[in-house]
């Protein structure tokens, strides 16, 4: 990829077009690896439930654990250079989201639907395993949420971005083990920004954290 640095831009958007098809190739799964994946994720994640709550011996953890390493052995077997890239439902959505994404297991059970006009919204359970504060969810579980929800909704908008700024205000503890449900909608779009407001409510529908963004489509 040296050549990309090339004064001749027509020369360099050629190199970079190539290199682009290139990574997306190896980082796009068939339609059967991706479902086969949807459900191991599912699977990995109830594992790692099982581990945050287990009570069994020792003994029992150690074995279990020699068959977890012997798993990751298999899948290591044949590795790609990134997580998977693209959509299986047309949207667009990165398919190893740490917060969304059906293939990554470290997400949470957050499914995000972009709303026309700019805005996005969600209903999940998360379990024990994103506890904060005894009882209550990770501060900081909310913010990933909140901060994936929010530039789903400024892209929704047709104004995607990066976060340049996140403020949160935690108005009360969030519980787990309750339907939580997650709203975002965009205030305004001045040039390369877009502000979005969003926030989480309890099952009795009142507010436990409040969120604004700001997105900046970045200048290159
Ligand atoms: C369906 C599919 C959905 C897909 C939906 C996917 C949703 C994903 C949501 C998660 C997104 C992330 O996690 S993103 C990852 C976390 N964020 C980052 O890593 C961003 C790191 N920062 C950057 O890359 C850069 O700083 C940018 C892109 C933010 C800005 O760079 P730039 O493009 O060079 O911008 P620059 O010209 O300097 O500034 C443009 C204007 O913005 C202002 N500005 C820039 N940065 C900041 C800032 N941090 N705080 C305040 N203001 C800022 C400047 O003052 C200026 O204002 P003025 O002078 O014009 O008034």
Known sequence: MSEAGTADP?????????WD???????????????ALADLAGRVRALTDAVVHTRVPADEIAAVSAEVAALTDRLSAVRGEAPPIGSHDGTGRALASPVSGPLNPIAPPVDIEPLPGGGAR???TLGGVYEGPPTFVHGGVSAMILDQLLGVAAAANGTPGMTATLDLRYRRPTPYGVR??????????E??????????????????????????????
């Open 122 to 124: 969600a209903a999940f």
């Open 191 to 220: 040039g390369r920004k877009t502000w979005v407001d969003a926030s989480i409510a309890a099952p009795d529908g009142r507010t436990t954290v409040e969120a604004t963004a700001m997105f900046v489509m970045p200048a290159r």
């Open 180 to 189: 939580l449900t997650a709203e975002a909608r965009v205030a305004r779009v």
């Open 21 to 35: 098809r290139r990574i997306l190739a190896e980082r796009t799964l068939a339609d059967d690896q991706v479902a």
């Open 10 to 18: 027509t020369r360099r958007n050629r190199i970079h077009e190539v």
